[in-house]
């Protein structure tokens, strides 16, 4: 069973730029969730997706914005880029249990995301 | 908000001690979440506890969930080099079925040979 892809690994960009990053659930999964990891502030929630519907939203400016298509695959983009912004872009992905209860997510490996 | 707090931020042990790291909600918590992530990877989910009281283990691992709720513990007995990682615990926000996970610090363990 495959995990949760996301691409690219690693990405470099420069400030006021902007950036897509892919994410690809294991299959089956239809919740998407996306966490952004820094060394000062952990692992901070940026949005949620589930069929197609962002349920929920982290506190990031509108900068940060995502979408997920019918396949479950999902997308967040950033714009404007600063400097701040560099961090691990995790995407997790998750299953129903009985009674609408989410499992436990399954992350990817993330991506890198350097603004210089 | 909710809030999770988990201590120790650190936590150094020798190779064959055991380790504990604790976590604390602000509010009830419907069910709560642990991830282990190693240097360099990415959290791993351990285990959901749901029942107040639970207690699970998964062999030298033990997880509890306390009576109201609002607490939770994870204790590893005689650490490996293996264990070496930080330990997340994390509580949903918004109701059982909506996956907004808010995250503890993290308890960050070296174990030393």
């Known amino acids: 069973k495959a995990g949760v892809t996301q691409t690219p690994r690693y990405l470099i960009k420069t400030r006021g730029q902007q950036v897509t990053l892919s994410c690809s659930p294991i299959?089956?999964?239809?919740?998407v969730s996306w966490y952004q990891q820094t060394p000062g502030q952990g692992l901070q929630f940026l949005f949620e997706?589930?069929?197609?519907?962002?349920?929920n939203k982290g506190n990031f400016p509108g900068r940060f914005s995502g979408r997920q298509f019918s396949n479950s695959r999902s997308e967040m983009n950033v714009s404007t880029l600063e400097l701040g912004d560099s961090a691990l872009y995790l995407c997790?992905?998750?299953?129903?249990?009985?009674?609408?209860?989410?499992?436990?997510?399954?992350f990817g490996s993330g991506t890198r995301l350097t603004v210089v | 908000g909710q809030q999770v707090m988990q201590i120790p931020q650190y936590q150094h042990v020798q190779e064959g001690e055991d380790f504990t790291t604790y976590c604390n909600s602000s509010t009830t918590l419907s069910n709560i979440q642990w991830y282990k992530q190693r240097p360099g990877g990415h959290p791993v989910f351990l285990i959901q506890l749901v029942k107040s009281g639970e207690v699970k283990k998964q062999k030298r691992l033990t997880f509890q969930f306390g009576e109201a709720k609002k607490n939770s513990s994870l204790h590893i007995t005689a650490t490996q080099t293996t264990d070496v990682g930080t330990y997340f615990c994390a509580g949903p926000y918004g109701g059982t079925s909506y996956g907004k996970l808010t995250f503890g610090q993290g308890t960050i363990l070296t174990v030393h040979p």
């Open positions: 997706y589930f069929s197609e519907t962002q349920r």
């Open positions: 997790a992905s998750s299953s129903i249990q009985g009674q609408g209860v989410l499992y436990g997510y399954t």
């Open positions: 299959s089956g999964h239809r919740s």
